[in-house]
């Protein structure tokens, strides 16, 4: 058991083993393996000895390469004004004083546990007793396809939404552990398939449990099927490595520099961003990467920045604007945020979008993708290509 932040060095608490659109050149391609698809050409030049093009044997960021992306994702462009609420959070106390009302359906309400049940965890594991009323989503399995990093399809969403009891005016409330860092992360796919009102509980199972001492229970809660309908997938809220690719060309181009008029923000450890240290590969199956570092042009800023450590709440909003624009993050751009596999960003995703109201994305192949493809640009502040392909070897 371990966390998307356990890297070797630099521990974080443990975890599971399981509008914005740029101009990119894309080069059809008549058959790629017989699937649809398109090419991006990488154009990356210039002379920064410390940006790469990833997965080559000493290639240097002058030296043109190219990526092929080969999934062709169902989706429109609906912007950012559905996403965003007014009321994205409710409190421990709110939740409590509608359970003391009675039958959260009733109410239209439906309360979601996205946890991960860790053995480590002090938190109680759901299947052992939970949130008055809660469900239970088991993120890794019922809303991502099998053997793939792409989420489950409309028409799938639309039978797993409705079996969760969801019609279209429903108030969807979701918590979980580690700082709802997978509530978050569901927060994002519902609103990507278009759920009209979806919701924090601030603080999550940590605040309820833990700090409140509030009650939990062993009953499972039975809802009859909803009727909601989901929507194609918001491309809006999502980034896709060719839209990244060519922010990065742009950044890497410009020394490193945020040259693009989109901010990238890396919310990973220091460590990771920096290009010191990679993850375990026996720890985080499938999570590794051939290299290490950061895309050109990012700003680091840890998720852990924006909560409360006592309480696992948001900070208030100022503060957390204040955060990230004393970290150099512009709002008068669009943003995107991504980590290791997309979780803590789509965390960052609801500070940013839900709770300041700005326009963000997340790019959720994050670095499990960034640092395993071939031809895209690395910045590593060490001075050195760490991971597989570096001099610093692989090991952590």
Same mark, same amino acid.
């Given at each position: 058991?371990? =966390?998307?932040?356990?890297?070797?060095?630099?521990?974080?608490?443990?975890?599971?083993?399981?509008?914005?659109?740029?101009?990119?050149?894309?080069?059809?391609?008549?058959?790629?393996? /017989?699937?649809?698809?398109?090419?991006?050409?990488?154009?990356?030049?210039?002379?920064?000895?410390? =940006?790469?093009?990833?997965?080559?044997?000493?290639?240097?960021a002058g030296e043109a390469a190219s990526t092929v992306t080969a999934a062709e994702i169902p989706g429109e462009n609906r912007g950012f004004d559905e996403v965003h609420t007014d009321e994205p959070l409710v409190t421990t106390d709110w939740?409590?004083?509608?359970?003391?009302? /009675?039958?959260?359906?009733?109410?239209?309400?439906?309360?979601?546990?996205?946890?991960?049940?860790?053995?480590?965890?002090?938190?109680?594991?759901?299947?052992?007793?939970?949130?008055?009323?809660?469900?239970?989503?088991?993120?890794? !399995?019922?809303?991502? !396809?099998?053997? =793939?990093?792409?989420?489950?399809?409309?028409?799938?969403?639309?039978?797993?939404?409705?079996?969760?009891?969801?019609?279209?005016?429903?108030?969807?409330?979701?918590?979980?552990?580690?700082?709802?860092?997978?509530?978050?992360?569901?927060?994002?796919?519902?609103?990507?398939?278009?759920?009209?009102?979806?919701?924090?509980?601030?603080?999550?199972? @940590?605040?309820?449990?833990?700090?409140?001492?509030?009650?939990?229970?062993?009953?499972?809660?039975?809802?009859?099927?909803?009727?909601?309908?989901?929507?194609?997938?918001?491309?809006?809220?999502?980034?896709?490595?060719?839209?990244?690719?060519?922010?990065?060309?742009?950044?890497?181009?410009?020394?490193?520099?945020?040259?693009? /008029?989109?901010?990238?923000?890396?919310?990973?450890?220091? /460590?990771?961003?920096?290009?010191?240290?990679?993850?375990?590969?026996?720890?985080?199956?499938?999570?590794?990467?051939?290299?290490?570092? @950061?895309?050109?042009?990012?700003?680091?800023?840890?998720?852990?920045?924006?909560?409360?450590?006592?309480?696992?709440?948001?900070?208030?909003g100022e503060e957390i604007r204040e955060i990230y624009e004393e970290a150099g993050v512009d709002f008068d751009d669009p943003s995107v945020a991504y980590c290791r596999i997309g979780e803590r960003a789509s965390h960052t995703w609801y500070?940013?979008?839900?709770?300041?109201?700005?326009?963000?994305?997340?790019?959720?192949?994050?670095?499990?993708?960034?640092?395993?493809?071939?031809?895209?640009?690395?910045?590593?502040?060490?001075?050195?290509?760490?991971?597989?392909?570096? !001099?610093?070897?692989?090991?952590?």
């Amino acid at each position: 058991m371990s =966390t998307e932040d356990t890297i070797s060095s630099d521990p974080q608490p443990g975890r599971r083993n399981s509008g914005l659109k740029t101009g990119i050149t894309v080069v059809a391609v008549a058959a790629l393996a /017989g699937t649809a698809g398109f090419a991006i050409a990488n154009s990356t030049g210039g002379d920064d000895a410390e =940006t790469t093009a990833a997965g080559g044997s000493g290639a240097t960021a002058g030296e043109a390469a190219s990526t092929v992306t080969a999934a062709e994702i169902p989706g429109e462009n609906r912007g950012f004004d559905e996403v965003h609420t007014d009321e994205p959070l409710v409190t421990t106390d709110w939740l409590a004083g509608r359970l003391e009302e /009675g039958e959260l359906y009733d109410q239209g309400i439906v309360l979601v546990d996205v946890s991960e049940d860790l053995a480590s965890s002090e938190l109680t594991p759901y299947s052992e007793a939970h949130i008055p009323q809660a469900q239970y989503l088991e993120w890794s !399995q019922e809303f991502t !396809q099998p053997n =793939t990093r792409e989420f489950i399809n409309q028409d799938e969403f639309t039978e797993l939404a409705q079996s969760l009891g969801i019609n279209d005016d429903t108030t969807v409330i979701l918590y979980g552990d580690n700082n709802n860092w997978f509530a978050a992360y569901a927060a994002w796919v519902f609103n990507l398939y278009g759920v009209g009102d979806v919701r924090l509980l601030d603080g999550g199972l @940590h605040k309820w449990e833990a700090y409140d001492g509030r009650e939990l229970v062993e009953e499972v809660p039975s809802v009859p099927e909803g009727d909601f309908e989901a929507l194609p997938q918001n491309h809006d809220i999502r980034a896709f490595q060719p839209e990244v690719l060519e922010i990065a060309e742009q950044n890497a181009e410009a020394d490193g520099e945020a040259a693009a /008029g989109v901010n990238l923000i890396d919310i990973r450890s220091a /460590g990771e961003h920096d290009g010191e240290i990679g993850v375990d590969p026996d720890i985080f199956e499938g999570e590794g990467a051939s290299i290490w570092g @950061h895309i050109p042009g990012s700003v680091n800023v840890t998720w852990t920045e924006i909560v409360d450590d006592e309480t696992g709440e948001f900070l208030p909003g100022e503060e957390i604007r204040e955060i990230y624009e004393e970290a150099g993050v512009d709002f008068d751009d669009p943003s995107v945020a991504y980590c290791r596999i997309g979780e803590r960003a789509s965390h960052t995703w609801y500070a940013l979008s839900q709770i300041l109201g700005e326009d963000v994305a997340v790019y959720d192949g994050s670095w499990t993708e960034w640092g395993n493809s071939v031809g895209v640009p690395v910045a590593n502040n060490t001075g050195e290509r760490a991971g597989l392909w570096g !001099q610093s070897g692989s090991s952590d």
